[in-house]
């Protein structure tokens, strides 16, 4: 009894997406933090779990316990919102500039919270720089230089590759966001949000706010990684990729289809009605 139908569910999205894009500076910032820390938090889990199983499919069965934390706490998180926001705007209850005002504030906030947990873990793992030999700083190091320098070694095509692994991520993120409206019960939403998020930590898509952890976190304990590789290589084409599955995959594909079903379950009742008048 705590499914929510998906026609409910779209206009909870419109809902939510008005919501957020009305937030104050300041609300954006500070939910932004706490969402890049957590999904931090989220990453070395992963990693960890990975490590001490040989299995990275382990890791991807927790990972999505931060996501979880993040939806639930009512944090922010840019990728979801480039699915929601612009549905708020379409139904004109949100404005262009209060979209990319909310994009923008949210990704300052999530590159200081990943970039301060990113700071606090190289700490607690290198113990202030007197351990070297970590396995968690070998795999932090390598995943950086592969999110980055691996896609530049592939020249332009690292560009379509890294930008293509984006789309597929966001693809399965706005469905993880989507997915905690099916249900009203908290454990309902833990689950149904899980799945997605799930499918793409396993595969290794590229999801911007994870990067602007494990990035700078590699680039702290000695990866050969510039700043100019990080944003050209990864952090800007992987913002566009979410953005563009989010906005289109997700969010203006389950708008228009239940959206149009709104409309003629509205245009069925109203001939009924006249039906029943006798017009």
């Not at 999205?13 to 500070?30: H, Y």
């Not at 500039?97 to 300052?108: A, E, G, P, T, Y």
């Not at 970039?115 to 932090?140: E, R, S």
Request: net charge neutral; charged share 10%; aromatic share 10%.
């Amino acid at each position: 009894m705590s499914f929510v139908n998906t026609n409910q569910v779209i206009a909870n999205m419109i809902e939510a997406g008005e919501a957020k894009a009305k937030l104050s500076v300041k609300d954006l910032v500070i939910r932004g933090m706490l969402a890049g820390a957590l999904l931090g938090f989220g990453t070395t889990l992963a990693f960890t779990a990975e490590i001490q199983s040989g299995l990275g499919v382990f890791g991807a069965l927790l990972f999505p316990a931060c996501f979880v934390l993040v939806i639930l706490l009512g944090l922010e998180l840019v990728t979801g919102n480039f699915a929601l926001i612009p549905l708020g705007v379409l139904e004109k209850k949100a404005t262009i500039s209060q979209m990319l005002s909310n994009w923008f504030w949210v990704i300052v906030g999530h590159l200081i919270g990943a970039g301060f947990y990113a700071f606090l873990y190289v700490i607690a793992i290198t113990q202030l720089g007197h351990v070297t030999d970590h396995a968690m700083i070998t795999k932090i190091m390598a995943v950086a230089e592969a999110k980055t320098i691996g896609y530049q070694n592939l020249g332009n095509d690292g560009l379509v590759v890294v930008f293509v692994k984006a789309m597929l991520c966001n693809w399965m993120v706005t469905l993880g966001a989507v997915m905690a409206m099916t249900s009203t019960a908290t454990l309902g939403k833990i689950v149904a949000m899980w799945l997605p998020i799930l499918i793409f930590f396993a595969q290794g898509f590229e999801h911007a706010v994870v990067n602007m952890f494990v990035i700078p976190a590699g680039m702290m304990l000695g990866a050969d990684v510039t700043v100019a590789d990080w944003w050209l290589w990864n952090q800007l084409p992987v913002l566009f990729g979410n953005l563009v599955s989010g906005v289109v995959c997700t969010g203006l594909a389950l708008y228009v289809t239940h959206r149009n079903v709104k409309k003629q379950n509205v245009v069925l009742v109203s001939k009924k009605e006249d039906v029943i008048a006798g017009t």
